[in-house]
């Protein structure tokens, strides 16, 4: 199995900055493209940024270009998310995902990390 852990959430005040740091952990054989999703309350969960194995493509929601970099370290199994010039509209739980195999005969499967609370305030 595998499991992400996410952390770095809080309190921001607007226009701020924070950042969130994903690790991949378990009996890990590859992992392909990891990812940022984000639920605000009352609505469906959105798609933050992605980012592929080889960090060669990467991907942002309209929302948050210019304001938010995705990044990872292979070497560490790990997925961040750099967050500035924070609105109060990017509220949400912050949920990281990634494509995970087990094994070099095993099937890609999409892991989801529990969520940290991401809350932009004065």
């Known amino acids: 199995q595998a499991q992400l852990v996410e952390s770095g959430g809080g309190l921001v005040q607007p226009g701020g900055s924070l950042r969130l740091s994903c690790a991949a952990s378990?009996?890990?054989?590859?992992?392909?493209?990891m990812g940022w999703h984000r639920q605000a309350p009352g609505k469906e969960r959105e798609l933050v940024a992605t980012?592929?194995?080889?960090?060669?493509?990467?991907n942002y929601a309209d929302s948050v270009k210019g304001r938010f970099t995705i990044s990872r370290d292979n070497a560490k199994n790990t997925v961040s998310l750099q967050m500035s010039s924070l609105k109060p509209e990017d509220t949400a739980v912050y949920y990281c995902?990634?494509?995970?195999?087990?094994?070099?005969?095993?099937?890609?499967?999409?892991?989801w990390g529990q969520g940290t609370q991401v809350t932009v305030s004065s």
């Open positions: 980012i592929t194995s080889g960090g060669g493509r990467i």
């Open positions: 995902n990634a494509l995970i195999v087990l094994d070099s005969r095993g099937s890609w499967r999409n892991y």
């Open positions: 378990g009996s890990i054989f590859s992992i392909g493209t």
